[in-house]
């Protein structure tokens, strides 16, 4: 008998690479090509130390204010947590505790059955169609709950807020995750529902399109009884989840509609110019709403142009698995990186020929 065979033994979630090196073209984790709002920065500048003496609020009482207002819900409506990772992690551990399997599509964002099987809760993987579009049949049986990423990831597909709303009436026993980590490139926000549905969970973050990766916040928004419960677990396990510098940053950056609507447009309106020229290079993918394209070409391998791309510093992302082995997720960075990028795969698709 040895003390390792009492270890939990998990298989981790394997994130993205963040290189050292920073001369790269690094469009592998569907990061914000450009800076946090200039109010963001003038608050973590003028940010006085003394502080950090004491313990931050508990109730993040400033960011769930600020969200509350911005999403027009009440502040016991918001749950905020070290980034979508920690907020989602928690709800799994929370909501899904029935016994029955959870059900989440089986092409998604890979840290639901890490989560899964951190805490032992069985699921189902629900096969998207050939168009990697949600079945919604598929989520009318029994189950222990429901996790859903809209537009989903890394397909960058969005279901209307209709279909997800057949999802979460269809099942008022279970609770309905609905991860909208990528909503505000173009989704269709289920926030609306949550007046409507008890059991329905909508969860954000600033990562993406709110360019704060690197400050971890994201937060939950649902009934005031959901958000009771999520409390109750995140008190049991830590009561200071966010420093007061991020509380701070995230009520900057809340509070700067403008930029955020500016940032969001410029993103957009570049990934729509790369999908043109990904499909003129010969290259497919379903139709993304989100800030990032999941394409496959029709002749070369995925992992053929992934290497290329890598061997001349162009991160994307490219996974081994069943289905979407010859796909790379491309994020959609500044102009003048995607037309680097463009620049590089017409020279070496036609070097090729
Ligand atoms: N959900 C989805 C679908 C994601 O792609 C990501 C980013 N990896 C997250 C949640 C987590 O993001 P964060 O913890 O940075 O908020």
């Given at each position: 008998?040895?003390?390792?065979?009492?270890?939990?033994?998990?298989?981790?979630?394997?994130?993205?690479?963040?290189?050292?090196?920073?001369?790269?073209?690094?469009?592998?984790?569907?990061?914000?090509?450009?800076?946090?709002?200039?109010?963001?920065?003038?608050?973590?500048?003028?940010?006085?130390?003394?502080?950090?003496?004491?313990?931050?609020?508990?109730?993040?009482?400033?960011?769930?204010?600020?969200?509350?207002?911005?999403?027009?819900?009440?502040?016991?409506?918001?749950?905020?947590?070290?980034?979508?990772?920690?907020?989602?992690?928690?709800?799994?551990?929370?909501?899904?505790?029935?016994?029955?399997?959870?059900?989440?599509?089986?092409?998604?964002?890979?840290?639901?059955?890490?989560?899964?099987?951190?805490?032992?809760?069985?699921?189902?993987?629900?096969?998207l169609d050939e168009n990697f579009c949600i079945k919604k049949e598929d989520y009318q049986k029994e189950n222990g709950g429901i996790v859903i990423a809209n537009p989903n990831a890394p397909t960058g597909v969005a279901s209307e807020r209709s279909v997800c709303e057949e999802i979460i009436s269809a099942n008022p026993d279970s609770v309905v995750i609905i991860d909208e980590a990528y909503v505000d490139f173009g989704g269709e926000s289920c926030v609306p529902l949550i007046e409507k549905y008890e059991n329905l969970l909508v969860v954000q973050t600033f990562s993406?399109?709110?360019?704060?990766?690197?400050?971890?916040?994201?937060?939950?928004?649902?009934?005031?009884?959901?958000?009771?419960?999520?409390?109750?677990?995140?008190?049991?396990?830590?009561?200071?989840?966010?420093?007061?510098?991020?509380?701070?940053?995230?009520?900057?950056?809340?509070?700067?509609?403008?930029?955020?609507?500016?940032?969001?447009?410029?993103?957009?309106?570049?990934?729509?110019?790369?999908?043109?020229?990904?499909?003129?290079?010969?290259?497919?993918?379903?139709?993304?709403?989100?800030?990032?394209?999941?394409?496959?070409?029709?002749?070369?391998?995925?992992?053929?142009?992934?290497?290329?791309?890598?061997?001349?510093?162009?991160?994307?992302?490219?996974?081994?698995?069943?289905?979407?082995?010859?796909?790379?997720?491309?994020?959609?960075?500044?102009?003048?990186?995607?037309?680097?990028?463009?620049?590089?795969?017409?020279?070496?698709?036609?070097?090729?020929?």
């Amino acid at each position: 008998m040895s003390w390792e065979e009492n270890v939990r033994k998990v298989v981790p979630y394997v994130a993205g690479e963040q290189p050292k090196n920073q001369d790269v073209i690094k469009l592998n984790t569907n990061e914000n090509p450009y800076q946090p709002s200039p109010k963001v920065a003038a608050v973590i500048k003028d940010f006085d130390c003394d502080v950090l003496r004491r313990y931050p609020d508990p109730d993040v009482s400033a960011l769930a204010d600020a969200l509350a207002k911005r999403h027009g819900l009440g502040r016991e409506q918001v749950f905020v947590g070290v980034g979508s990772d920690d907020v989602l992690a928690m709800s799994f551990l929370t909501f899904f505790n029935s016994g029955k399997p959870i059900l989440f599509p089986d092409i998604t964002y890979s840290f639901y059955d890490v989560w899964a099987d951190l805490y032992g809760i069985p699921y189902e993987n629900q096969p998207l169609d050939e168009n990697f579009c949600i079945k919604k049949e598929d989520y009318q049986k029994e189950n222990g709950g429901i996790v859903i990423a809209n537009p989903n990831a890394p397909t960058g597909v969005a279901s209307e807020r209709s279909v997800c709303e057949e999802i979460i009436s269809a099942n008022p026993d279970s609770v309905v995750i609905i991860d909208e980590a990528y909503v505000d490139f173009g989704g269709e926000s289920c926030v609306p529902l949550i007046e409507k549905y008890e059991n329905l969970l909508v969860v954000q973050t600033f990562s993406k399109s709110r360019s704060m990766a690197g400050m971890r916040i994201g937060y939950a928004m649902g009934s005031k009884k959901l958000i009771e419960y999520l409390n109750d677990v995140k008190f049991s396990f830590n009561s200071y989840t966010m420093g007061a510098i991020a509380i701070a940053a995230g009520v900057a950056s809340v509070e700067d509609e403008a930029y955020f609507a500016e940032t969001t447009a410029k993103i957009i309106a570049t990934r729509e110019r790369t999908k043109r020229e990904l499909a003129r290079l010969g290259f497919v993918f379903p139709d993304s709403r989100t800030n990032f394209i999941f394409a496959a070409h029709r002749t070369v391998p995925a992992q053929e142009i992934f290497d290329a791309l890598r061997a001349n510093r162009m991160y994307v992302r490219h996974w081994n698995k069943p289905r979407i082995a010859n796909h790379m997720r491309i994020s959609i960075g500044t102009d003048e990186e995607m037309d680097k990028v463009l620049a590089f795969l017409e020279a070496y698709l036609k070097g090729r020929q």
